[in-house]
């Protein structure tokens, strides 16, 4: 793994062996081992970009004080509930891999039905179609609508893993209305867009 993190610090032009290549040579030698049983997939919240709330290390008991202000005081009981904890999801590999398996092939259909087609701009898929065509497809085995949004918060995570961890999904960026804009006008996080499958990924089976 030293060899190949090397190799990446190489590949970038760099002198320095950066943690960002011992975790990319990490993954490559991961991703290139067969293993017999394969861990579960933890598809964690992302709610680190929250700011805490001011004087939250103060917080006793998980609870914390409220200043006064104008001499009116806290709630009664003198203290606030904290936060609650991080929710962590987690499924089965084979479920993940199923999930991402249905997802791939039903944008691969897509991609090759834009190639036939006369409109050269079609390219991609948008992530809010992908997710809705999902939800049609197992709308078969929900019964309530609290499992509606249980199934979608977790397909939702699978596609981010497939496109931030394991990069089999590729996210355009776009320039277009539905792009976000911060308060200096650079482009941000655009709220709907584009994906397309790397065009090297081999399905698995």
Not at 132 to 138: A, D, F, K, T, V
Request: charged share 30%; glycine share 8%.
């Amino acid at each position: 793994m030293i060899r190949l993190a090397e190799a990446m610090t190489r590949m970038h032009c760099q002198d320095e062996v950066q943690p960002k290549h011992v975790k990319e040579a990490f993954r490559l030698i991961n991703k290139s081992i067969i293993r017999v049983e394969q861990p579960d997939i933890h598809l964690e919240e992302d709610d680190d970009d929250e700011m805490p709330i001011d004087g939250a290390g103060d917080a006793v008991n998980g609870h914390a004080e409220v200043p006064t202000v104008n001499g009116i005081g806290a709630p009664e009981g003198g203290a606030v509930e904290a936060a609650p904890a991080k929710r962590n999801l987690k499924i089965t590999y084979d479920q993940y891999k199923q999930i991402s398996n249905l997802l791939i092939i039903h944008m691969r259909q897509e991609e090759e039905a834009a190639e036939g087609s006369d409109d050269s701009e079609a390219v991609g898929m948008r992530r809010g179609d992908l997710l809705n065509w999902y939800l049609n497809e197992i709308s078969g085995d929900i019964d309530s609508e609290a499992e509606l949004v249980e199934r979608k918060e977790l397909v939702e995570k699978v596609l981010d893993r497939l496109v931030h961890h394991d990069q089999v999904v590729i996210q355009l960026a776009s320039l277009g209305p539905q792009s976000k804009q911060d308060g200096g006008g650079d482009t941000q996080v655009e709220e709907d867009p584009l994906l397309v499958v790397h065009p090297n990924y081999l399905l698995e089976d």
